[in-house]
């Protein structure tokens, strides 16, 4: 794969390394972006899957502000049709929840906005010492994706998933530990090797057993999601429409703090 590349892919003994790369901006996600993390996740046929950013600042900043938010870029053609298919769930997001391959998140800094989601999507969480967590889209005037409604709170309970929506407070990696929402923190030097270990547990495993046991815990414990996403991208575009949206973009860009009205 080339460095040029916004989602890189390396597969090794079973195991594929899903990188998000856009360092410069904080690993976020414009249209070409998303449709590349997809595109890595449902052409995956390796054991394990392995996800994180480039560079040493971010896991995933969420989505890029001024292309998406900002109206900077519209939604391709091919964007488009890809959301139709999953009937409103954010593509990338229905390649994640729906993929029977375990999923390991090494999150090596900033998990923001959907940067959290797709750490929540995950099926294991590991954290570099310096991680920082946080559900932003309050911020932005918007409502989360449907892996923030229905995953957060199984991980840290209905009061705490509240608190982190409501708020749109940033926890640091000692903290989402503590609450349940990553399962072991590592030192940053560590972090990858950590990761790999444990996938090359997994990968060691019999894979159509492994396969089942993700696919139970689906169905135990997963709403549907295609139903949860729909209604959550119907939200969040009612929501981007808003003066209260608006006004958050405007005072990201001009790096200033909003002034929100209620409509």
């Known amino acids: 794969m080339s460095d040029e590349d916004v989602v890189k892919v390396e597969v090794e003994k079973n195991i594929a390394l899903v990188t ?16 590349a993390l997809e595109d890595a996740v449902r052409l995956c046929e390796a054991r394990v ?17 001024k292309q998406i938010l900002g109206g900077g870029a519209k939604p391709p053609p091919e964007a488009i049709e890809r959301s139709k298919k999953t009937g409103g769930l954010t593509p990338a997001a229905d390649a994640l929840l729906h993929t029977d391959i375990p999923v390991i998140a090494a999150v090596n800094g900033y998990a923001l906005g959907w940067g959290m989601e797709m750490a929540l999507m995950a099926d294991i969480r590991v954290a570099s010492q310096q991680a920082k967590f946080g559900e932003l889209f309050v911020i932005r005037g918007l409502c989360c994706d449907a892996p923030g ?23 640091d990696a000692a903290t989402a530990k503590e609450i349940g929402l990553v399962s072991r923190v590592v030192p940053h030097e560590n972090l990858m090797e950590e990761a790999f270990a444990i996938a090359s547990k997994i990968a060691a495993n019999p894979p159509l057993a492994v396969r089942s046991l993700k696919a139970g815990l689906r169905r135990t414990l997963d709403p549907n999601w295609r139903d949860t996403g729909a209604w959550a991208i119907r939200e969040i575009r009612t929501l981007m429409e808003t003066e209260d949206c608006k006004e958050s973009v405007a005072a990201f ?11």
């Open 149 to 171: 409604l229905g995953r957060l709170a199984q991980l840290v309970g209905r009061e705490r998933a509240a608190e982190l929506l409501f708020t749109g407070e940033i926890i």
């Open 20 to 35: 998000l790369n856009r360092p410069d901006a904080m690993n976020s996600l414009n249209y070409e972006t998303y449709m």
């Open 253 to 263: 860009i001009e790096k200033r703090e909003p002034v929100f009205k209620g409509r």
């Open 49 to 65: 899957i392995i996800l994180t950013g480039a560079g040493d600042k971010a896991f995933c900043s969420g989505d890029d502000v």
